[in-house]
């Protein structure tokens, strides 16, 4: 069954922490991207990727890192210079310009 | 640039009531045009998609869209609300930048259906 996993769906993080949230994708797609979600705000672009080993900064890029060693695997870190980190993390994948989005992580800084 | 607005953060409507979710879009070139759900502590989902042809799209649960150009917009309906149909919808455009593809989000509708 192919899809898009998230994990983990819930990430609990203590300041000056870096976390990193894991997205893997079986689609067989060229294209990934990261948003960050806070109410009210729809959809923040923050990392995106078109292709192995090419990723770029998107809207809200600062305080994130990104890497793209495998087609399957897009991971983002969250570093400890991301002054709010609390908020709804999905990513999504590409293909014929719709995007198909995993079930999201929720990171919270304690 | 372009851009997408939703009008309306919050729709209340009642069971088997008309729905009608607003999306309007600045593009300079003819856009591609997506609605998506999103239910609690969920990714999205896609409704519908409009891209080239017929302006009348028909989605998933009975939900429609129409494209209008002259007016910009590309609004999301369905006939009869069901209380399943509480959620979050998303109304985006596709944009082609720098060699990549994106997709820009409206602000997001959140719709409550009550009794």
């Known amino acids: 069954d192919g899809g898009i996993t998230q994990s983990p769906k819930y990430l609990f993080r203590k300041e000056g922490q870096n976390v990193t949230l894991s997205c893997e994708q079986n689609l067989n797609h060229d294209a990934m991207y990261w948003y960050r979600q806070d109410p009210g705000q729809g959809l923040r672009l923050i990392y995106y990727?078109?292709?192995?080993?090419?990723?770029q900064k998107g809207d809200i890029a600062e305080g994130y890192s990104v890497s793209r060693e495998k087609k399957e695997s897009f991971p983002l870190t969250v570093t400890s210079a991301q002054k709010n980190p609390t908020a709804f993390y999905l990513c999504?994948?590409?293909?014929?310009?719709?995007?198909?989005f995993g079930p999201g992580t929720r990171l919270t800084v304690l | 640039a372009q851009s997408v607005t939703q009008l309306g953060s919050h729709v209340s409507v009642s069971e088997g009531a008309l729905v009608l979710l607003r999306c309007n879009y600045s593009?300079?070139?003819?856009?591609?045009l997506f609605w998506y759900v999103q239910y609690p502590n969920q990714g999205l989902q896609l409704l519908l998609k409009?891209?080239?042809?017929?302006?009348l799209v028909k989605g998933i649960n009975g939900f429609e869209a129409e494209f209008k150009k002259s007016e910009t917009s590309f609004h999301l309906t369905k006939p009869s609300a069901h209380m399943s149909d509480a959620a979050e919808y998303f109304c985006a455009v596709s944009v082609f930048s720098g060699g990549y593809n994106k997709l820009i989000f409206g602000a997001g509708t959140r719709l409550a259906v009550h009794p």
């Open positions: 999504a994948s590409m293909m014929n310009l719709e995007q198909f």
């Open positions: 990727s078109q292709i192995v080993n090419d990723f």
């Open positions: 593009s300079s070139v003819p856009p591609y």
């Open positions: 409009y891209t080239t042809g017929a302006t």
